[in-house]
């Protein structure tokens, strides 16, 4: 394995290159002078860094302390980055990608997440993430939904590798925990609007409002509606447009002094135009688009395909705007959310290290989304789907110590199920269909995980997870109208029946670490994880039974360090990784139909570093860089058009990332604070065939902001930009040019700007 992981370092220069650039800038920022200006104590921070207390490991535990790849982001950190979204994390987490708007959804809020090459291109039912996303330990299961507006987060961290015998839901790729800032003993308040560019408004609200000592109570909502940025030529709707809120109440019951009580329902609406979807290619010779345009156009003009290009009768390439700004697309736009949930968290403390808590969940999506795939004034290509999910999960969890502390241990059982309906319009140019249908799935598991502290420096974490998975999916798929195809309007496309498949895995996790001082540790981790198999829904034309394909199991190794130096004015944490994959399930085309399939085998290879420095009180300092090295190394018979050498879908190979801010101390002790935030993604492509039409380059995005703090904190102002080189990139697509004649992207937004007042007590 070590020897794996050399490998790829020496299979890159690059690689080399970056980490010596970034160890020499690191060791740079300590020849500056280190006397902070004086401004009041309570406002600059202090000459060293603040700890960074988590709950990966089901326990409060500092950053430092915790021997496994995590990146955590505090409350002033994801303010600091304008990160106000679950989209935005992959701006500044090495080898994490996070985006949303998948390009064949229709819908806003259908996100999709990687760390480390591990995760989900489909948001379909049928298809479950790579990396798991949890609100306060309750599982989010499904993409539609899962671009989270973040609402008095305490705090996020994101784990890297398998994660199964601590979370709940077993996840292959890694986890995504959101901690929400817990009810508060005093009355309290903070609020903030904003405005901006495209018509910026919006605020957030969050008030703490305890009864008496043991009822506590909280309500916390956000709001923001912003003008969309590609135009929409036919019509001037501006597509990718933002309007919806969020809101979270929550109350804490403090029974005795043992007991600690939490019910939370937290809710989210949106209702915006289509995602800021354009062509970037289109085919008029292709099966669709020369049957549109020999046997549909009603023009001469258009016929050999793919016809003439200065009639508008015709589909052909005179449909392309030449950017990433406009559309020629003309279906009714419309994007809609409506999700909500309930948790109950009941904890105990008894004592002498022993602790139990329940969590039990519900929660439900419903959504809409319009899509025009073709991008033009024609049929040819064009969905509409709706979304209706619901889900309910229970966990128990039991932890203690042993041994005078030196064993901690925890065990828990989980239990989840779901039922859900996504039905698929979708009009070709020469049939029209209704695709989709509903699943019925459950799992539960057993999992354990303990530590033990065998000497002075040394601890052994050991961890094991059995579980138990069935998906059963009823297809509800026929003909509604055919202009060539030759099939009657009713004929099915699978046949009406449940489909169902199963499996029991178990998984083990072990780690060992070493402390070299206080400030130095090192460690070890081999993990296994799964994830389950499932169907194919999209189906042309009919088939006599519903295709599915297979689970995929990946076995990782991971050697990382964590050090904090120069009296806890740096802190530098990095890790190398190797993931045997088997089995991946990768996105193909099978005619028309973008379908999921098992490629075969993969290995991954890469690493994370990431620095904190403060060389004074004044000066903040924060680099991350990532590299992933995937590649195929065995290729099934029954993928069509993949080989060894395409590239993974979404995955760069560098992801990097850089911040610095400066306290400029101003009379009555108030504080002026300018910070730059720097990212860089390489490029990538957007499907498993690697179509070049959805080929995006490397790119930069660049921030500031400029924020003005009283001395007590009680107010802030701050002006902010983001993206302000106005890259113009894509974040998702999809590409069927033989076929459908299409080629797609999701846009991301242009350069913004913004202007916010926060007030607190």
């Not at 009864?211 to 003008?227: E, H, K």
């Not at 039905?423 to 459950?442: C, E, M, R, W």
Request: aromatic share 10%; charged share 20%.
């Amino acid at each position: 394995m070590i020897e794996s992981i050399g490998q790829s370092f020496g299979s890159s220069a690059a690689c080399a290159g970056r980490l010596a650039s970034g160890v020499t800038a690191a060791a740079a920022l300590f020849l500056l002078p280190s006397t902070p200006a004086p401004a009041a104590d309570n406002v600059l921070a202090p000459h060293g860094l603040e700890e960074i207390i988590v709950t990966a490991r089901k326990r409060e535990e500092s950053l430092q302390d915790t021997p496994i790849s995590v990146t955590a982001f505090t409350t002033d950190a994801l303010q600091a980055r304008d990160i106000d979204t679950t989209r935005k994390l992959g701006d500044f987490t090495p080898n994490l990608v996070s985006n949303s708007g998948s390009a064949v959804s229709g819908n806003n809020s259908a996100a999709s997440y990687f760390i480390r090459g591990i995760g989900q291109i489909d948001f379909l039912l049928n298809t479950d993430p790579g990396v798991g996303l949890y609100l306060d330990d309750v599982y989010i299961a499904r993409s539609m939904g899962s671009a989270i507006d973040l609402v008095d987060l305490e705090r996020i961290e994101v784990l890297r590798g398998p994660q199964g015998t601590l979370f709940g839901r077993n996840t292959i790729g890694g986890a995504i925990a959101l901690r929400s800032r817990a009810p508060a003993t005093q009355p309290s308040f903070r609020g903030e609007v904003v405005a901006g560019s495209d018509d910026l408004v919006g605020g957030k609200l969050a008030v703490d409002l305890p009864i008496n000592d043991r009822l506590l109570t909280q309500l916390a909502a956000s709001y923001r509606t912003r003008d969309g940025f590609v135009r929409r030529l036919a019509d001037d709707v501006d597509l990718g447009d933002i309007d919806g809120g969020s809101a979270r109440v929550a109350l804490r019951w403090l029974p005795t002094d043992a007991w600690i009580v939490d019910l939370v329902a937290d809710g989210s609406r949106h209702r915006e135009e289509s995602p800021p979807t354009t062509a970037t290619a289109l085919n008029g010779a292709s099966a669709f688009g020369g049957f549109y345009n020999a046997v549909l156009s009603g023009s001469p003009n258009c016929f050999p395909p793919p016809g003439s290009f200065t009639d508008p009768a015709c589909f052909n390439a005179q449909f392309l705007t030449g950017d990433l700004e406009s559309t020629n697309a003309t279906l009714h736009s419309q994007s809609d959310l409506d999700a909500w949930g309930t948790a109950l968290t009941a904890g105990w403390d008894g004592g002498d290290g022993l602790s139990f808590k329940s969590i039990t969940a519900y929660r439900s999506v419903e959504a809409l989304g319009f899509r025009d795939g073709d991008n033009s004034p024609h049929v040819i290509a064009q969905t509409i789907d709706t979304w209706d999910h619901e889900q309910f999960s229970q966990e128990l969890q039991l932890a203690g110590t042993a041994g005078s502390d030196a064993l901690e241990w925890i065990v828990g059982l989980y239990y989840f199920e779901e039922q859900g309906t996504n039905l698929n319009f979708v009009d070709f140019a020469p049939v029209f269909i209704q695709s989709g249908g509903s699943v019925d799935n459950d799992s539960w598991a057993a999992f354990g995980q303990a530590t033990w502290r065998f000497a002075d420096r040394w601890s052994l974490t050991g961890g094991l997870r059995y579980t138990d998975e069935t998906k059963r999916f009823t297809p509800d798929q026929f003909v509604i109208e055919d202009r060539g195809t030759g099939l009657p309007p009713g004929t099915p496309l699978l046949p009406p029946v449940e489909a169902q498949t199963s499996i029991s895995e178990l998984t083990p996790m072990v780690n060992l670490a070493y402390r070299w001082s206080d400030e130095a540790m090192t460690y070890g981790t081999y993990s296994e994880g799964f994830k389950s198999g499932g169907f194919t829904q999209r189906v042309f034309p009919p088939l006599p039974a519903v295709p599915s394909f297979d689970p995929e199991f990946v076995r990782s190794y991971e050697i990382g360090a964590k050090s904090t130096m120069l009296e806890e004015r740096l802190r530098l944490n990095g890790a190398v990784f190797y993931t045997d994959y088997d089995d991946l399930q990768v996105q193909v085309l099978l005619g028309v139909a973008p379908i999921t399939r098992n490629a075969a085998a993969a290995e991954i290879r890469g690493f994370e570093l990431e620095l904190t420095a403060r060389p004074t009180a004044a000066l903040l300092l924060e680099a991350g860089v990532g590299y992933t090295d995937a590649e195929y190394t065995e290729i099934g018979a029954q993928v069509i058009g993949l080989t060894l050498d395409n590239e993974f879908a979404q995955i760069p190979e560098w992801t990097t990332n850089a911040g610095a801010s400066y306290d400029f101390a101003l009379p009555a002790g108030a504080v002026l604070r300018p910070r730059v935030n720097w990212s860089y993604r390489s490029e990538v492509f957007m499907d498993a065939l690697n179509t070049p039409e959805i080929r995006q380059p490397a790119y930069d995005l660049l921030s500031a902001s400029l924020t003005y703090l009283t001395s007590d904190e009680r107010w802030r102002a701050s002006i902010s930009g983001t993206n302000l080189t106005d890259e113009r990139y894509f974040t998702s697509g999809f590409a069927d040019l033989p076929v459908s004649g299409i080629a797609e992207v999701v846009v991301a937004r242009p350069r913004e700007w913004s202007l916010s007042v926060q007030y607190q007590f």
